[in-house]
Nanobody, 114 residues
Framework: QVQVVESGGGLVQAGGSLRLSCAASGSTIRFNTIDWYRQAPGKQRESVASVTSAGITTYADSVKGRFTISRDNAKRTVYLQMNSLKPEDTAVYYC????????WGQGTQVTVSS
């Protein structure tokens, strides 16, 4: 069973940037489509970015043009580069497969101040 640890979150001013990392252990990730999700207080968890095993990426409209997802299969790590952050990006960010097949990690808190 794959276990994930998310890191890289923090407090940043609007317009700033953060780079999140998702380190996976326990099995290879190379065959999985992997998503970054986020959950804001009082809201449902949503996928914001996805990367297939072939490196094809898709993004939620709310983050398109600002976030970039990438992966390093050798390091079993998936990244989320977040630029031009907005207060509405404030949430706990998680990574998982496209269908939520792994155990959820603790997530990493991202707080964007206005």
């Amino acid at each position: 069973q794959v276990q994930v640890v998310e890191s890289g979150g923090g407090l940043v001013q609007a317009g700033g940037s953060l780079r999140l990392s998702c380190a996976a252990s326990g099995s290879t990730i190379r065959f999985n489509t992997i998503d970054w999700y986020r959950q804001a207080p009082g809201k449902q968890r949503e996928s914001v970015a996805s990367v297939t095993s072939a490196g094809i990426t898709t993004y939620a409209d709310s983050v398109k043009g600002r976030f970039t997802i990438s992966r390093d299969n050798a390091k079993r790590t998936v990244y989320l580069q977040m630029n031009s952050l907005k207060p509405e990006d404030t949430a706990v960010y998680y990574c998982n497969t496209h269908f939520g097949g792994w155990a959820w990690g603790q997530g990493t808190q991202v707080t964007v101040s206005s």
